[in-house]
DNA sequence: CGCGACGTTGATTTGCCTCAACGATTGTGG
DNA sequence: CCACAATCGTTGAGGCAAATCAACGTCGCG
């Protein structure tokens, strides 16, 4: 079942007790998401924070030449929401598309700041969820601004091996913010050693 | 009183009683730091969850060439930390300097996990803040992936325009990722039009 | 089958870096 | 209080990393 994958990723931070994960299944919506599907998408608010049960999404924005620019992905066992305009009720510059079809889990604000306020543990779990994820963007803002795009493909490599390898190189290169055609010569050149 | 002014500070969150405020008191430790002062030096451990009264820091990474790459800059009412480093006890591979003589308060890992565990509060109070520094640092990515540096500076000056106008141009521009030398040539060809 | 996503390669251009040199300013110790 | 060092900003010449543009082959999928 796809809430006891999410009990058994909730334990991992704190173990939650009957009462509460009886809350967390009358409160989260099962989703069948079809490949290409969007679950957001620019000038929509972001209704859902969103928990990848199998599948893979990505979230990017659109520049104004047309262009994607992945800012995350997420696979099993991870959230993914536009946070800012989940919380504010603003609408979205980004867009968060499944790459795979996937199955999700989903809360809205209200059931989940219901949660919030009469079970502080998800404080606690959301706390250090945030925090890691904070920790993580902050090493990718030191590799943008102090490292090559080689080294910021090779780092991509070592930190999601198996990402990678279910990812088209075409949405590795947005990832990293280089051209499908300069990550191919990325390859060669590194094939030839 | 800077221990008053974090507590005004909190209360933008969520207004804290008089048994937290009391907590807070015997928690944190206030200190002065001179102008270059470290907080964090490379291969410590970040002992610290640091406040800013008053003044202004930098966080940074240096690079196999000794390049300096700023990651954060914290001025009044801000938080400051590495904060891998001081969760997991690690030694840490930044460095936190001050840039102006600064007034800080700091608590420490276990007297932080002392009021998460006594007063669920701070756990909703620092995942607020922990997201939202994890929204303005995935806005920065987007930025970095997808702009040209001049776009960075001037997106820079309109969010951070306090900062900004104390901070010297190298800061600036190590931290958008470019070099003091070009960030001069884009100010020459913007001052002329 | 035919279209669209993906990867590849080459020619050319450009954004940004490197290095070097030079004033202006700040600050600091004698 | 002055002298000298360190920091900061500026400018120019030249080089390199990465983008752009265009063309082509492959593959999977509807």
């Known amino acids: 079942m796809p809430i006891d ?6 334990a991992q ?3 939650l007790r009957d009462i509460e ?11 069948r ?6 679950i957001l998408q620019e000038n929509d608010v972001c209704k859902y924070y969103t928990f990848v049960v199998s599948g893979c999404f990505k ?11 992945n800012i995350q992905f997420a696979a099993e066992n991870e959230w993914i929401a536009d946070i800012s305009s989940f919380h504010s009720g603003k609408a979205s510059r980004l867009y968060i598309e499944a790459i795979e079809p996937s199955v999700v ?6 059931n989940l700041v219901y949660l919030y306020h009469n079970h502080p543990k998800f404080d606690r779990i959301f706390r250090v969820i945030a925090e890691n994820k904070f920790i993580e963007l902050q090493n990718r803002v030191l590799q943008n601004i102090s490292s090559t795009a080689d080294e910021r493909y090779q780092s991509f490599l070592e ?13 590795i290169a947005s990832y990293i913010g280089i051209t499908p055609e ?12």
């Open 33 to 38: 998401i079809k490949r290409r599907q969007f």
């Open 105 to 110: 889990l989903q809360i809205d604000p209200a």
């Open 5 to 10: 994958q999410l009990i058994a990723y909730f």
């Open 21 to 31: 994960k009886n809350e967390l299944r009358n409160r989260l919506v099962e989703k």
């Open 13 to 15: 931070y704190i173990p």
């Open 182 to 193: 300069f990550l191919s010569k990325i390859c060669r050149i590194n094939a030839k050693k």
């Open 59 to 69: 979230m990017y924005g659109v520049d104004y030449n047309g262009a994607e620019h």
């Open 159 to 171: 930190q999601y091996p198996k990402l990678a390898s279910r990812l088209p190189n075409t949405q």
